[in-house]
């Protein structure tokens, strides 16, 4: 885990973030949450990449992320992992990210533009799943999506403030969930607002 850490944490600090941002540039250096339009944000970056270090990506793994947004959690799933299906439901944010993951050369990214609170039926079960918008509650359908000796990230709660929730699910298929943090992320809309 530690050397994933560290090529992990490497990879991170050379992605340039203004690459994955249309609009305030000039202030992809700060450790916050920006807004991209469309009432949505790219996340603070050191929280981008505790959730990905504490997904425990494998090179095998196959992996669901509900919310694409910008692209940019995305590019660091993709960097780790087997293929990376994502789901967004903002057409322009959904357009945009394809354009950008294109442009930096991925080719194990498949896109879907759909309510993410349903997830990616077609493709599951998922090894590893990044849930980057909030729910009022764990979606039932994320966690029928996950496959045994998978694990989930989820941020839960209200629109104030949320749990960031790590839930895994053993060879049996049974779930524990461990609070990683406080967070504050946009509403993940659909089913589970």
Known sequence: MNSRRKEITAYFEQ?????????????????EALPIGYEQTISQPSLV?????????????KVLEIGTGSGFQTALLAEFSMAVY??????????RAKERLAEAGFANIHFQLADGSLGWRENAPYDRIMVTAAASEVPKEL??????????????????VQELQL??????????????????????????E
């Open 167 to 192: 839930i895994s699910k053993n060879s049996n298929g049974e779930l524990s969930s461990k609070v990683l943090n406080k967070v504050v992320f946009v509403r993940l809309k659909g089913k589970y």
């Open 143 to 160: 966690i029928d999506q996950l496959g045994n000796g998978g694990k989930m990230i989820i941020p839960v709660g209200s629109p104030m």
């Open 15 to 31: 992605l340039d973030r203004s690459f994955f941002m249309d609009t305030h540039k000039e202030f992809a250096g700060l450790d």
């Open 86 to 95: 994502t789901v967004e439901r903002i057409e322009a944010l959904h357009v």
């Open 49 to 61: 990449l505790e959730m990905t270090i504490a997904l425990d990506l494998q090179p095998d793994s």
